[in-house]
C-alpha cells in the first residue's frame, strides 16, 4: 500500500480517510426487527465458520516453536554487551577511556585500568550490572574504538545477575578471533556506511 | 431377574463410562487442536507424537493435585456439586443407543443400557438434572463470581429446557414414540426419510439450544473466562474440577448422538454402514462444537434470554401447531 495517502489526517477526496458508513440504532420496534431479521438471514454467521475453516485447510501455521527454532533478530538489537578485540593484533580494542562508565545513565558500568609495564593503559576490570542496565545502547555510541557493542544474545536467564557480563565472557576469545569468527560490529553505534560523505563541519561562527 | 441380563448390563455400564470418561479427555486434545490450526497455531505439541499424550500427562496433573476445599465454602455441597455434573452426564447415556444391536458369538448385545419406552424424555430429563452441578457448586463457593455464574446457569439451563422440549415435541408427534431406538427405525429406510427434512425448523432449534444445554461457545457465558474467571469452576481444583469437565465434555459427546439419532437418522438400517455413519454424524456435531468457538463471539446473557423466549420460543410453538395441523390433515384425507 502507498502510504502518502495516509499522512493526510483529514478526510477529503485527496486522502485515504474517509467516515465508516454506521447506521443509526433502530428506534422503533419495526426497525429492530427488521434489523434482527436481516442480521439473521445475511448469513454473517456463516462468513465467520467459512474464514476459520480456510485458515484450518490452508494450514498455514505461524507457531515458532522457539527453543527448537529462532526467529532471526535485527542488526541493530540491543542484546548482551560484547568487547571486541582488534583483528590483526589481538588486542582488546577497548583504550580504558571511561566514556560508557560516564555516560552511563543508570550507573551500571564500572572499569579499572591501570598503565602496564609497555606505558599502555590497560583495562584490569571491567564489568556491567545486567540488574540495573537499561539496553539504552549509549555505552556501545559513545565508545570512540567501536570496543562495546551490544551482541545479540537475548537469552540471559540465569542463576547470577553478574554472569554474561564481566570481563572475560564478553570479551572476544582468541581463538574465536584467530578462526576469523569475531564480526565487525554492523550494529547500533556502528559507523553507518558513506558516514565521510554525510558530515559536515561545525560552524565556527553564527 | 436373570443373571446374564445383570452381567451384560453392568459391563455395558463399565464400558460406557471407560469409553466415555476416555473421549472426554480426547475431546479436550482435539478442542485444543481444531481451535489451534483454525487460529494458526499448532497446540499441544511436545508430550507424546503431535502431542497426543498430553490427555495423559492432564489426567496425571489432575488426579494428583491437592483437593483444597476453601475456608468458607459450604463443604458437603462444594464437594457434591462436580459429582452431580459427571453423574447426570453419564446416567444420560442409559437411554441411548450407540450402536445397532449385533451378535457375537451366537449372543445378540443390545448395546443400550435400557431401551425404556420413554427414552428421549429421559435423556433431557437427566440431563436437565445436570442443572444442579453448576448451580450448586456455584452457590457454594463463597465466590462471587461462581455466584454470577450459578445465576446464570440456572436462567440459561431452564430457559432452554423450554426450547428442547418444544423443539423434540415435533417430530415425537410424527414418530408417536419416546424411544430413540423407534425414533431411528422410523428414518431407516435412508437419508431421504431423515426427520432433519421433514422437520427442518426443529432440527436448528435443538441444534441452538444443545449449545445452551452444554455451555458451549456463543452461549459460553455460564463460565466466560473473560468475564467471570471460570464461572462455578474458579473455587475448584484438581479431580474436583476435573469431574466438571469430564461431565462438560461428555455431555457434548451425548447431546450430539442424541441430534443424530432424532434428526439426522441414527444408524440407519442397523448395518455396519449405518453404523459407521452415525459415529461420522457424532464426529461432525462434536467438530461443530468446536468450530462455533473459533469463530463466534459470545453473546450477552439478556441477549441469550431475549432469543430463547422472544425468538425461539415462539417459532417452536409455531412449529408445534403447523405439525400437528399437518398430522391432523394427513389422518382425515387417510380416513
Known amino acids: 500500500m502507498h502510504v502518502e495517502p495516509f499522512t493526510d489526517r483529514n478526510v477529503s477526496e485527496h486522502s485515504a480517510y474517509y467516515y465508516v458508513d454506521i447506521e443509526n440504532y433502530p428506534v422503533t420496534g419495526w426497525d429492530k426487527f427488521k434489523q434482527v431479521v436481516k442480521r439473521s438471514l445475511k448469513g454473517e454467521l456463516f462468513v465467520g465458520l467459512w474464514v476459520v475453516m480456510r485458515e484450518m485447510i490452508k494450514f498455514d501455521i505461524h507457531t515458532v516453536k522457539y527453543p527448537l527454532e529462532k526467529l532471526p533478530i535485527g542488526p541493530r538489537y540491543r542484546a548482551v554487551h560484547k568487547l571486541l578485540r582488534l583483528w590483526e593484533s589481538g588486542f582488546e580494542r577497548c583504550i580504558g577511556c571511561g566514556l560508557c562508565e560516564k555516560i552511563c545513565i543508570s550507573d551500571c558500568i564500572r572499569m579499572d585500568t591501570r598503565i602496564d609495564e609497555n606505558s599502555r593503559k590497560e583495562v584490569t576490570e571491567y564489568s556491567i550490572n545486567l540488574g540495573r542496565c537499561i539496553f539504552c545502547g549509549y555505552c556501545a555510541e559513545v565508545c570512540p574504538e567501536l570496543a562495546i557493542v551490544h551482541g545479540g544474545r537475548y537469552e540471559n536467564a540465569s542463576e547470577q545477575r553478574a554472569h554474561f557480563v564481566i570481563k572475560d565472557d564478553m570479551l572476544t576469545p582468541l581463538d574465536f578471533l584467530t578462526a576469523g569468527q569475531q564480526e565487525e560490529y554492523p550494529g547500533f553505534g556502528a559507523i553507518t556506511p558513506h558516514e565521510d560523505e554525510r558530515v559536515s563541519k561545525t560552524p565556527l561562527a553564527y | ?335
Not at chain 2, 505439541?45 to 497426543?52: E, S, T
Not at chain 2, 448451580?135 to 426450547?163: C, P, Q
Open chain 2, 1 to 335: 431377574m436373570d443373571v446374564a441380563f445383570i452381567i451384560e448390563t453392568i459391563v455395558k455400564i463399565v464400558v460406557i463410562l471407560l469409553v466415555f470418561s476416555a473421549l472426554a479427555g480426547f475431546g479436550t486434545y482435539f478442542e485444543r487442536k481444531v481451535l489451534a490450526f483454525m487460529q494458526r497455531r499448532l497446540g499441544p505439541m511436545h508430550v507424546g507424537p503431535y502431542g497426543l499424550l498430553q490427555v495423559a500427562a492432564d489426567g496425571i496433573k489432575l488426579f494428583t493435585k491437592e483437593d483444597i476445599i476453601p475456608q468458607n465454602v459450604v463443604k458437603p455441597i462444594f464437594k457434591l456439586a462436580p459429582v452431580i455434573t459427571a453423574a447426570t452426564a453419564f446416567m444420560a447415556a442409559a437411554a441411548i443407543p450407540f450402536w445397532p444391536e449385533f451378535t457375537v458369538f451366537g449372543y445378540t448385545v443390545h448395546p443400550i443400557v435400557s431401551d425404556i419406552n420413554v427414552g428421549i424424555l429421559y435423556v433431557m430429563a437427566v440431563m436437565a438434572i445436570g442443572l444442579y452441578g453448576p448451580l450448586l457448586g456455584g452457590m457454594a463457593s463463597a465466590n462471587k463470581f461462581s455466584l454470577i455464574s450459578a445465576a446464570r446457569s440456572a436462567a440459561v439451563f431452564i430457559s432452554y429446557e423450554v426450547i428442547t422440549g418444544l423443539a423434540l415435541l415435533a417430530p415425537l408427534m410424527m414418530v408417536g414414540s419416546l424411544s430413540l431406538i423407534d425414533i431411528n427405525n422410523y428414518q431407516s429406510a435412508g437419508i431421504t426419510h431423515w426427520i432433519a427434512w421433514s422437520q427442518p425448523v426443529a432440527f436448528i432449534l435443538f441444534w441452538i439450544a444443545a449449545f445452551a444445554e452444554t455451555g458451549r461457545t456463543p452461549f459460553h457465558l455460564v463460565a466466560n473466562d473473560h468475564e467471570i474467571i471460570d464461572g462455578f469452576g474458579t473455587e475448584y481444583s484438581g479431580m474436583r474440577w476435573g469431574l466438571f469437565f469430564i461431565g462438560e465434555y461428555a455431555n457434548m459427546f451425548f447431546i450430539s448422538f442424541v441430534m443424530a439419532i432424532i434428526f439426522l437418522g441414527g444408524y440407519g438400517d442397523g448395518s455396519i454402514a449405518g453404523a459407521f455413519q452415525l459415529l461420522m454424524k457424532v464426529a461432525f456435531f462434536f467438530f461443530f462444537f468446536l468450530w462455533t468457538r473459533a469463530a463466534w463471539p459470545d453473546i450477552r446473557p439478556d441477549q441469550l434470554m431475549w432469543l430463547c423466549w422472544k425468538v425461539l420460543m415462539p417459532i417452536a410453538v409455531l412449529n408445534v401447531v403447523i405439525t400437528g395441523a399437518v398430522i391432523l390433515f394427513k389422518l382425515k384425507g387417510g380416513m
